[in-house]
């Protein structure tokens, strides 16, 4: 490495950071890329390796008719390096993709620390460095970092609760009372159904699947509700992702909620009976090995103890070695449309920039993908190229003016993940007129226009 003073540093090193280094620094710029792991750890933090998965290690569907498909095809196309490693530590998860979360982080250091344009610094950061900024340290950002964004962007009155889920050992699950199984018998595409356990017996069914008969299932859901909490403080009002709720939370919600939700059962036959079960836990592998599994959908703030005692009731885990219990953390965003500019910008600091959930979206691909569409926009000013923002047609594109667009009236901005509701509507009236019509028409629009949009850059090379 013969440069010393990089062109932009990016300060976080997850998804939006790793994204947005790695594209500015195969564009040609070099970059100090700032991690305060392992000189200080945030309390959601385990390793020091750079891309941690804190929560669940799913990047969810891979289905191209999905919008979080479509969002990773469209990604793949613009040579994401956290996708490139998520489909290289891929596990077994039916249509969705999953990964080994400790293989992944490790692809995504050794990238970057190997990156002859990268410089990789382990240290808190205290104040803003000269030059070009992108701050994607996510949402447990801390320090003079955090106060700033609480006093200056309003990072105080925004944030909601994410919560994680358990992980129990493989060996401790009583398959007696489990079976194997993805929803309607749909596998992995790429055929990772057809795999092997830690003793290389043949499996299939991506899932571990812990039935529950009715009278465990209402027995359960009082245990939830009665169950001893981690409460946040008094000061502090519980707001929760909707995707992403507690278990109790939805449990408070009714008693048929959690069936119709991460206990559903439907299109999981039990080969010993026939029949669906009543309600279902699923089990999706954590890593290659198979040594280990997450209680699909169960994230939780119920004390440690109390996830031990309630868990237990399902059969398949009454004996079960947890590696993990589910927690809670809080997550901090801006009022993207209110304080920044359209190439994400700090309006009232135009050198800074934010990236990652900092923005307000939700989601390891969508964090990923405000990371590049920042380091894109910041490359263009840099290379004296007017900023190209994605196109709304594309999933990119839909997240980036979800942040960016201006709101009016007493409308309350919110992060999201990526949805069909962000694309514009078909509406000429040569369009399809049936749902499915329409929705093949934003997808095969949105691949075309990030295809369009990824190829200008290049032409203009």
Partial sequence: MTWRDPDVTVVGGGMAGCEAAWQLAERGFNVALVEQKSAAMSP???????????????????????????????LRGEGSLVIACADQHRVPAGQALAVERFGFGRAITVALALHPRVRLERRPVDELPAGPV????????????????RKQLGGDRMYFYDAIAPIVAAESIDMEHAYRASRWNREGKDGSAATADGDGEAITGDYVNCPIDKETYVAFVAAVLAGRKVTPHEFEEPRYFESCLPIEVMADRGPETLRFGPMRPVGLTDPRTGRWPHAVIQLRAENRYLTAYNLVGFQTRLAYPEQQRIFAMVPAL???????????????????????????EVRAQPRLRLAGLLTGVEGYIESCAMGLVCARLLADELAGRA?????????????????????????????????????PPATNKTHPKDKQGRRRFQIERAITDAATWAGRERGAA
């Fill in 318 to 344: 009454a004996r079960a070695e947890w590696l993990r219990f589910g927690s809670i953390h809080r997550n901090t965003y801006v009022d993207a449309p209110r304080v920044l500019g359209p190439s994400l």
């Fill in 44 to 74: 959601a933090h385990q390793t020091p390796l750079l891309g941690e998965l804190v929560c669940s290690n799913s990047l969810r569907s891979n289905d191209l008719d999905t919008p979080a498909g479509l969002l990773k095809h469209e």
């Fill in 134 to 149: 992108i701050v994607a340290t996510g949402p447990l950002t801390g320090g003079p970092l955090g106060a700033m964004i």
């Fill in 387 to 423: 900023p190209a923002p994605p196109p709304p047609t594309t999933m990119i594109g839909a997240l980036y003016h979800h942040v960016t667009a201006p709101r009016e009236g007493d409308y309350r901005y919110a992060p999201t993940n990526v949805n069909y509701g962000l694309l």
